[in-house]
């Protein structure tokens, strides 16, 4: 098993950036593909970004790719969002979650391929 904890949200102004950040503990980091999803008041969870266990191959939806960057430091047992250029329609809970079913250099991009999550980190992009 694994334990996320994210960090690093809070209230931005439209055009403004964040870095989230996951610490991973437990498990070999390195066994688990990464993602992020977020999930605003009423709606579903959605993803977000994706990444492979050695970080070779990353994944992201069509509304932040340009502006989103994944990345994993797998010696320190992290992942991280860079988020650019956020809009309102970025507010959401950020969620990390860890995928130990992915093939080695894929990384998937559903909420049910994963298998553990963290308790998520609040971003508010308003003026």
């Known amino acids: 098993q694994v334990q996320l904890v994210e960090s690093g949200g809070g209230l931005v102004q439209p055009g403004g950036s964040l870095r989230l950040s996951c610490a991973t503990s437990?498990?070999?980091?390195?066994?688990?593909?990464m993602g992020w999803f977020r999930q605003a008041p009423g709606k579903e969870r959605e993803f977000v970004a994706a990444i492979s266990r050695s970080g070779g191959s990353t994944y992201y939806p069509d509304s932040v790719k340009g502006r989103f960057s994944i990345s994993r430091d797998n010696a320190k047992n992290a992942v991280y969002l860079q988020m650019n250029s956020l809009k309102p329609e970025d507010t959401a809970v950020y969620y990390c979650?860890?995928?130990?079913?992915?093939?080695?250099?894929?990384?998937?991009?559903?909420?049910?391929?994963?298998?553990?999550w963290g308790q998520g980190t609040q971003v508010t992009v308003s003026s």
């Open positions: 979650a860890a995928d130990r079913r992915a093939d080695a250099t894929r990384a998937r991009t559903t909420t049910s391929s994963y298998d553990y």
């Open positions: 437990g498990r070999t980091f390195t066994d688990y593909a």
